[in-house]
């Protein structure tokens, strides 16, 4: 595994590739049984026809072979000071963070020191504002608390502020943390040495998704917020203006019908949580607890999963067929017998989760069979 670790770091870092394309890659190698060295060794013909590459994602991924020398250099150096690399298709990745990113943003690798064995216990965010007031970091520092008490882990982008607040309360009170930070592991001695004693007795683990020897910078501290939303089953709002980088992640977390509770402000506070609540979110008192007026409908919205809609037998049908490989619509409707036209049976298979269609000419549709890799649940 170990030699493996460069090619998998060449491929996270791939410039100009996006995740949705790398995981489409890991993808295919795995259900082909073949390691990610065969990836790099596969000649152009192959990567276009099989791999639905194009000429210039081809060109990157062979021009990425001059950096493993140094990607292997980094590779030794992260081990020997007892960071992990850990790939997408490892059991240490974290299932939460998968299944809330999906295949599209994911990231392929993820570097971290400390307990790996937080990444798979129920977790939650809290976020808010740099400048938070005074009654946005009390409400942090109770919802630390109960989660502590739980045993919930509390994921923490390590900004000042909210951030900051979540991972001191919940070292306070023996609680677990996730330190997910803005920049590349190698460059955070000083909170190496700060947390030294909290990571070493296993109740924080820090976490990057950057090349490692990467500094913060702006665009990184930006990147970073997906990874915070996505490894929490449940965020927590202490504070959030209407625009930045909380309440754009409110925003797309609730399209995304994620799980997402925001302190219920009072009238004097110049905030938008109440527009947050408005657009959907859970208001909850200064404890973290859903306020009574909250409508049973609206507590139902965030605590079922959303699902495919029931099937008919002919839906049961038309999946038991993809299961045994890829057909086009016209296939399917010959195969079945049905009494649906191309286009009807095209829109009904465009429309499900589970079903991958191929692009090429013409279009085929199969099974997603990366579920049955667990790669992604």
């Given amino acids: 595994m170990k030699q493996e670790y460069a090619y998998w770091m060449a491929l996270a870092h791939l410039p100009k590739l996006s995740n949705k394309i790398k995981n489409e890659l890991i993808v295919k190698i795995f259900q082909e049984g073949l390691s990610i060295i065969d990836l790099f060794q596969l000649d152009r013909i192959t990567l276009k026809k099989d791999y639905l590459l194009n000429d210039n994602e081809i060109t990157l991924l062979e021009e990425s072979?001059?950096?493993?020398?140094?990607?292997?250099?980094?590779?030794?150096?992260?081990?020997?000071?007892?960071?992990?690399?850990?790939?997408?298709?490892?059991?240490?990745?974290?299932?939460?963070?998968?299944?809330?990113?999906?295949?599209?943003?994911?990231?392929?690798?993820?570097?971290?020191?400390?307990?790996?064995?937080?990444?798979?216990?129920?977790?939650?965010?809290?976020?808010?504002?740099?400048?938070?007031?005074?009654?946005?970091?009390?409400?942090?520092?109770?919802?630390?608390?109960?989660?502590?008490?739980?045993?919930?882990?509390?994921?923490?982008?390590?900004?000042?502020?909210?951030?900051?607040?979540?991972?001191?309360?919940?070292?306070?009170?023996?609680?677990?943390?996730?330190?997910?930070?803005?920049?590349?592991?190698?460059?955070?001695?000083?909170?190496?040495?700060?947390?030294?004693?909290?990571?070493?007795?296993?109740?924080?683990?820090?976490?990057s998704t950057f090349f490692p020897k990467a500094p913060w910078n702006v665009k990184l501290a930006m990147a970073r917020n997906p990874i915070i939303y996505g490894l929490a089953e449940e965020i927590y709002v202490a504070e959030s203006s209407e625009k930045g980088g909380t309440w754009s992640g409110v925003l797309d977390g609730l399209r995304k019908g994620r799980k997402i509770f925001v302190r219920e402000s009072n009238h004097a506070e110049k905030n938008a949580n109440k527009i947050l609540i408005e657009k959907g979110a859970l208001p909850v008192d200064l404890a973290g607890n859903i306020v009574k007026h909250v409508r049973y409908e609206q507590i139902e919205t965030f605590t079922h999963v959303v699902s495919e809609p029931k099937m008919e037998p002919i839906e049961t049908k038309i999946y038991e067929l993809l299961n045994e490989g890829a057909f086009t619509s016209k296939e399917i409707v010959k195969k079945l017998n049905l009494d649906w036209s191309v286009r009807k049976l095209t829109s009904f298979l465009k429309s499900h989760t589970k079903v991958q269609t191929i692009n090429k000419k013409p279009l085929k549709f199969t099974i997603k069979q990366f579920e049955e890799f667990s790669l992604f649940n």
């Fill in 65 to 207: 072979k001059n950096d493993l020398a140094n990607y292997a250099f980094i590779v030794e150096d992260l081990l020997e000071q007892g960071y992990d690399i850990i790939p997408i298709t490892s059991e240490n990745y974290s299932s939460i963070l998968k299944n809330n990113l999906k295949r599209s943003y994911s990231p392929p690798v993820i570097y971290t020191k400390g307990n790996k064995q937080i990444l798979k216990e129920k977790s939650i965010a809290i976020v808010g504002s740099r400048d938070a007031s005074e009654i946005a970091l009390k409400f942090t520092d109770n919802v630390a608390m109960k989660a502590s008490k739980d045993f919930k882990v509390v994921v923490s982008g390590f900004a000042k502020g909210v951030d900051k607040q979540a991972l001191d309360s919940a070292i306070k009170y023996n609680g677990q943390s996730i330190i997910v930070l803005p920049q590349g592991i190698m460059t955070f001695d000083s909170g190496f040495i700060k947390y030294y004693r909290h990571i070493i007795d296993g109740n924080v683990i820090v976490l």
